[in-house]
C-alpha cells in the first residue's frame, strides 16, 4: 500500500521561510513530486526530486531522501499569495499517490 | 500554448444518473489521467490511459469507466452515481507514461456535486 504522511496545517509570517515535512511508505519509488493547489483550483507542479538532495527553483527548494523516505518542501520569503495546500505525492510507475495536503496560510 | 482543458466546469446530478467528463491533454502528449479528489483530501488515482490503451486504474468500482480517443482526449464516466461521488475530477496529462521524468499537469477540474 501508500502512506504518504505531511502536517495538516501550518501558519507563518510574510518575508519568514516554512519548511513543509513529507514522509512515505510506499510499495515502489520513481519519483517525488511537490504542489501547489489553492482553493477552488487545480494542483500546479512546484518540484521534482528523484535523487536524494536539494533541487532549488527560486523561492522554492526540495529536498529528498529515499533512504528515510522523506522529503520536504521549503518556501522563502513567504508572500501572501503563498497561502494554499501543498501536495506531496510519489510517482510509482505511471501511478501519482498524494498526501492530503498542508494548509500553509500566510499573516501580514 | 494551451494548458489540459476539462469540460464541464461544474456539473449537478441526482443519484443514479450517470456522467461524462471530458479532458483535452497539452498537445503532444499522448497520456492522461484522472483523479478524484474529495474536499480536504488529497488526489486518489482512477485511472491512467497512454495510447489510447488503459494503463492503470486505481481502487474504484466498475461504475467508474474511462477511455481516450485518437486525438489523445479522454472521457471519464460515472454510472449509477452515489453521493459519495460528489468531488473534484482532475484530469492530468503527460509525455509519456511513467517514465521518470514525466511530470503530470492538471487541468482545472470538473465539479461534480450529486444531489
Known amino acids: 500500500g501508500q502512506n504518504i504522511d505531511q502536517p495538516t496545517e501550518m501558519t507563518a509570517t510574510e518575508g519568514a521561510i516554512v519548511q513543509i515535512n513529507c514522509t512515505y511508505q510506499t510499495s515502489g519509488f520513481n519519483g517525488l513530486f511537490w504542489y501547489q493547489q489553492h482553493a477552488g483550483e487545480a494542483p500546479t507542479f512546484l518540484s521534482y526530486?528523484?535523487?536524494?538532495g536539494l533541487e532549488e527553483k527560486g523561492r522554492f527548494s526540495s529536498f529528498l531522501s529515499r533512504s528515510k523516505g522523506y522529503s520536504y518542501l521549503l518556501l522563502k520569503e513567504l508572500q501572501m499569495k503563498d497561502s494554499a495546500s501543498y501536495l506531496c505525492?510519489?510517482?510509482?510507475?505511471?501511478?501519482?499517490?498524494f498526501g492530503a495536503g498542508t494548509t500553509v496560510t500566510v499573516r501580514a | 500554448d494551451a494548458g489540459v482543458t476539462q469540460s464541464p466546469t461544474h456539473l449537478i446530478k441526482t443519484r443514479g444518473q450517470h456522467v461524462t467528463l471530458r479532458c483535452s491533454p497539452i498537445s503532444g502528449h499522448k497520456s492522461v489521467s484522472w483523479y478524484q479528489q474529495v474536499l480536504g483530501q488529497g488526489p486518489q488515482f482512477i485511472f491512467q490511459?497512454?495510447?489510447?490503451?488503459?494503463?492503470g486504474r486505481g481502487n474504484f468500482p466498475d461504475r467508474f469507466s474511462a477511455r481516450q480517443f485518437p486525438n489523445y482526449s479522454s472521457e471519464l464516466n460515472v454510472n449509477a452515481l452515489l453521493l459519495g461521488d460528489s468531488a473534484l475530477y482532475l484530469c492530468a496529462s503527460s509525455l509519456t507514461a511513467g517514465g521518470v521524468t514525466d511530470t503530470q499537469y492538471f487541468g482545472p477540474g470538473t465539479r461534480l456535486t450529486v444531489l
Open positions: 505525492a510519489v510517482l510509482n510507475d505511471y501511478k501519482l499517490s
Open positions: 526530486n528523484v535523487l536524494d
Open positions: 490511459y497512454y495510447e489510447k490503451e488503459e494503463r
